[in-house]
């Protein structure tokens, strides 16, 4: 089965410290991959995603994200995180069939002053 | 523009009565519609997915007798909550496809149900 993995259950940044979320899927035919952010109580708002082409793919509030087909990761990256950014982020892939999606267990992030 | 409701965005109700919860598309036709439950500190888990005139698709160990959907026309998906115990309460997220267009779900901003 296709799956999700992002292997920081939490993560703490200083604000303005560069930021770097991990997440790898399991292999399959070529992926479309999402990142989105939950703030508590609420609904996912999408950052970005990757469906073809350019490998590094920019999404709103300063975040990018690099495709690594060798490495089966989708990993998200911000220069200097606000503490605005302190969030639940969960990576997704897009099952075969191009419809349901599979999340990861997600990654908390806190903001430290 | 692709902004999905909920509705009620949080509901409270006695064990063993029906609950219903509404998801919108209000700016677009979504042909498909998708029912996730979030557990605290957990991700989300697909319940079912809803499509337009026909019967919904439940994800396994998803009860479909218990969690009925109805996807009455391309803006409009309800899932009920038939019979509700403690256990039933979670955090409900639906989403929609764009019909015709990316493969992108956009997601309603949830709803919280508290079965007492």
């Known amino acids: 089965a296709q799956s999700v993995t992002q292997p920081d259950i939490h993560i703490t940044v200083s604000e303005g410290a560069s930021l770097e979320l991990r997440c790898n899927y399991s292999?399959?035919?070529?992926?479309?991959l999402f990142w989105y952010v939950q703030s508590p109580g609420q609904g996912l708002q999408l950052l970005l995603k990757?469906?073809?082409?350019?490998?590094l793919v920019q999404g709103i509030k300063g975040f990018e994200a690099e495709f690594k087909r060798s490495q089966s990761s989708f990993n998200l990256r911000k220069p200097s995180v606000h503490w605005s950014d302190a969030a639940e982020y969960f990576c997704?892939?897009?099952?075969?069939?191009?419809?349901?999606?599979?999340f990861g267990k997600g990654t908390m992030l806190l903001v430290s002053p | 523009g692709a902004v999905v409701s909920q509705h009620p965005s949080w509901v409270i109700c006695k064990s063993g009565t029906s609950v219903k919860i509404e998801c919108r598309s209000l700016?677009?036709?979504?042909?498909?519609m998708f029912w996730y439950r979030q557990f605290p500190k957990q991700s989300l888990m697909l319940m079912a997915t809803?499509?337009?005139?026909?019967?919904?698709?439940?994800e396994q160990g998803v009860e479909k007798d218990k969690f009925l959907i109805n996807h009455a026309s391309l803006t409009l998906s309800t899932l009920t909550v038939t019979s509700a115990h403690p256990e039933d309460s979670s955090f409900y997220i639906c989403?929609?496809?764009?019909?015709?267009?990316?493969?992108?779900?956009?997601f309603g901003p949830g709803t919280r149900l508290t079965v007492l």
């Open positions: 990757y469906f073809s082409g350019d490998t």
């Open positions: 997704a892939r897009m099952n075969s069939g191009y419809s349901t999606l599979t």
């Open positions: 700016d677009f036709q979504a042909t498909t």
């Open positions: 809803s499509n337009e005139g026909s019967k919904a698709t439940y």
């Open positions: 989403s929609a496809l764009l019909a015709g267009g990316p493969r992108e779900q956009f």
């Open positions: 292999y399959g035919a070529t992926p479309y």
